[in-house]
């Protein structure tokens, strides 16, 4: 029979001992939490889609700084044009005669006349000079406004990309969950007018799948719903919670909601959905789930930060 020799089998032991009594057995790590992950996915999706509304306007204000740019820079080149036509026409008078000939001279008047042109002209070349010199201010100041937008869109483009990274590896941790957590699938409303059109078209989308930065028609983001169900009554709104939250009237009592008002949650403004009536609302609510009909009364009636009503 084969024995361990003593020293040998006292070390094993120990070391047996010491996983079962002092670490315990190895745990395997837990399960990603899909809910944390998504809400710290929806928290970066609304920065990235307020980082490209800020970068639409950034273009906009851009393409409006290029075209003054451009018309200061047109003005400038006239005024020194006009400038230096003035200035030839002061100091190279045709003829060997001066001024000074003509003041000793047998015509006074003349002499007279030429002079007072010549306060004239010298007079309007300081003019001419001094809206030169404003109309060179002008082209610098919408020339430097220019490239500062350039700047802002380089900085904006950048910030994008990172935020982008870093969604996709979040949500490339989530596992998928189809289908609405509480309050079943309403197909329709009985809402009347706008609010009806608006209710039933974010209703129309329950079951099409979030990505972030969607705005229809077969996927969505919590705020891009808001958007394509709004604009079916040709409303434009901003692809942003924080912009939308801005809109319209301030609801703060879930008592007073509507058919229709934009519900917001958490402090950073960082989810929304549509109500639709009887305690319930349509959102589209993260990664990995698609667009569902919830319940208000459990989880998101604590969440709740306001409503905005638009119509």
């Given at each position: 029979?084969?024995?361990?020799p003593?020293?040998?089998a006292?070390v094993?032991?120990?070391?047996?001992?010491?996983l079962?009594?002092t670490t315990g057995?190895?745990q395997?790590?837990p399960?990603?939490?899909?809910?944390k992950?998504?809400r710290q996915a929806e928290?970066l999706?609304?920065?990235?889609?307020?980082?490209?509304?800020a970068?639409?306007?950034a273009?906009?204000?851009?393409?409006a700084?290029?075209r003054?740019?451009r018309?200061a820079?047109?003005d400038y080149?006239?005024v020194?044009?006009?400038?230096?036509?003035l200035?030839?026409?002061?100091y190279?008078?045709?003829?060997?005669?001066?001024?000074v000939?003509l003041?000793i001279?047998?015509e006074?008047?003349?002499?007279?006349?030429?002079?007072?042109?010549?306060?004239?002209l010298?007079?309007?070349?300081?003019?001419?000079?001094?809206?030169l010199?404003l109309?060179?201010?002008?082209y610098?100041?919408?020339a430097?406004?220019a490239?500062?937008?350039?700047?802002?869109?380089?900085k904006l483009?950048?910030?994008?990309a990172?935020?982008?990274?870093?969604?996709e590896?979040?949500i490339?941790?989530i596992?998928?969950?189809?289908?609405?957590?509480?309050?079943?699938?309403?197909?329709?409303?009985?809402?009347k007018?706008?609010?009806?059109?608006?209710?039933?078209?974010a209703?129309?989308?329950?079951?099409?799948p979030y990505?972030?930065?969607?705005?229809?028609p077969?996927?969505?983001?919590?705020?891009?719903?808001?958007?394509?169900?709004?604009?079916?009554?040709?409303m434009?709104?901003p692809?942003?919670?924080g912009a939308?939250?801005?809109?319209?009237?301030?609801?703060?009592?879930q008592?007073?909601l509507?058919?229709g008002?934009?519900?917001?949650?958490?402090?950073d403004l960082?989810h929304?959905?549509?109500?639709?009536?009887?305690?319930?609302?349509v959102?589209a609510?993260?990664?990995?789930k698609?667009?569902?009909?919830v319940?208000?009364?459990a989880?998101?009636?604590g969440?709740f930060?306001?409503?905005?009503r638009?119509?």
């Amino acid at each position: 029979m084969h024995r361990m020799p003593v020293r040998a089998a006292t070390v094993a032991a120990i070391v047996v001992s010491g996983l079962l009594t002092t670490t315990g057995p190895v745990q395997a790590a837990p399960a990603p939490d899909p809910d944390k992950l998504g809400r710290q996915a929806e928290i970066l999706t609304e920065e990235y889609n307020g980082k490209r509304l800020a970068l639409k306007k950034a273009r906009l204000a851009q393409k409006a700084a290029e075209r003054q740019a451009r018309q200061a820079g047109a003005d400038y080149e006239n005024v020194r044009r006009k400038a230096g036509v003035l200035a030839a026409s002061q100091y190279m008078t045709p003829g060997a005669e001066s001024e000074v000939s003509l003041f000793i001279g047998d015509e006074p008047q003349v002499a007279l006349d030429q002079s007072a042109a010549s306060r004239y002209l010298a007079a309007q070349q300081v003019q001419q000079l001094r809206e030169l010199a404003l109309t060179r201010m002008r082209y610098e100041r919408s020339a430097g406004a220019a490239r500062t937008r350039t700047a802002e869109i380089q900085k904006l483009t950048k910030d994008l990309a990172a935020k982008k990274a870093k969604i996709e590896k979040l949500i490339s941790k989530i596992p998928k969950s189809r289908g609405g957590s509480s309050g079943g699938a309403a197909q329709s409303s009985s809402a009347k007018g706008k609010a009806g059109v608006v209710v039933n078209a974010a209703l129309s989308r329950v079951g099409t799948p979030y990505v972030y930065g969607a705005a229809g028609p077969s996927s969505f983001d919590c705020s891009g719903l808001m958007l394509w169900a709004y604009n079916k009554i040709g409303m434009n709104l901003p692809h942003y919670t924080g912009a939308q939250y801005n809109m319209g009237r301030r609801i703060s009592s879930q008592s007073q909601l509507q058919p229709g008002d934009i519900m917001f949650f958490y402090p950073d403004l960082g989810h929304n959905g549509m109500y639709i009536g009887g305690g319930k609302m349509v959102h589209a609510p993260r990664s990995g789930k698609d667009v569902e009909v919830v319940d208000l009364a459990a989880y998101w009636a604590g969440q709740f930060v306001g409503a905005s009503r638009l119509l």
